[in-house]
C-alpha cells in the first residue's frame, strides 16, 4: 500500500472526490426514497391490520368490500416491497460505483471506465423500476380511496 502512496501523490485526489460526489448525491437522493417507501409501507400495513379487525365484524356487500380492500393491501405491500428491495439494491450498485470511480482514479486502468458505465447504468435501470412498483403502488392505493357512491351527495338537492 505505501508503494501506491507516490502515485497517489501524483493523482489529483480532489478531481477524483469530485468525480465520486455526483453518485454520492444519488445514494442520499436513494436514502430518501427508501424512506418514503418504508413510511408507504408502515401505513398500508396500518391500515391492513384495521381491514382485518373489521372482516370479522362485516357481513353482506360490507364484507365484500373488506374482503376487496384486503386483497388490494396486499397487492400494494407487493409493490411497495418490490420497490424497497430494488432501491436497496441500486443504493449497493452506486456504493461499488464509488469505489470503482475511486481505484479508476487511482490506477487509471481503461477497462474501469466501462465496468464504471455500466454499474451507473445498472442503478438507473434499477431505480427506474422502483418508481414504476411505487407509481403502482399509488395508483392501487388511490384506487381503494375512491369514494363510494352512497357516500357522495346529489349536488342537486338544497342545502
Known sequence: MISVLPELAKTDIV???QTAMAPAFLLVALGGMLNI???RLER???RARIMQDRY?????EEHILCVHELRDLQLRIKYVN???YLSVVS???VCVLIGLLFVMGLTSH???????ASAFII????????LIQFSREVRTGIRDFMIREEYLENSDRKK
Not at 110 to 116: E, M, Y
Not at 123 to 130: E, P, T, Y
Request: charged share 10%.
Open 91 to 93: 443504493s449497493i450498485v
Open 44 to 46: 398500508i400495513i396500518d
Open 123 to 130: 442503478a438507473v435501470i434499477l431505480l427506474s423500476v422502483a
Open 37 to 39: 417507501f418504508t413510511g
Open 110 to 116: 481503461p477497462a474501469l471506465a466501462q465496468i464504471v
Open 56 to 60: 370479522l365484524e362485516t357481513e353482506g
Open 82 to 84: 418490490s420497490a424497497i
Open 15 to 17: 478531481t477524483v472526490l
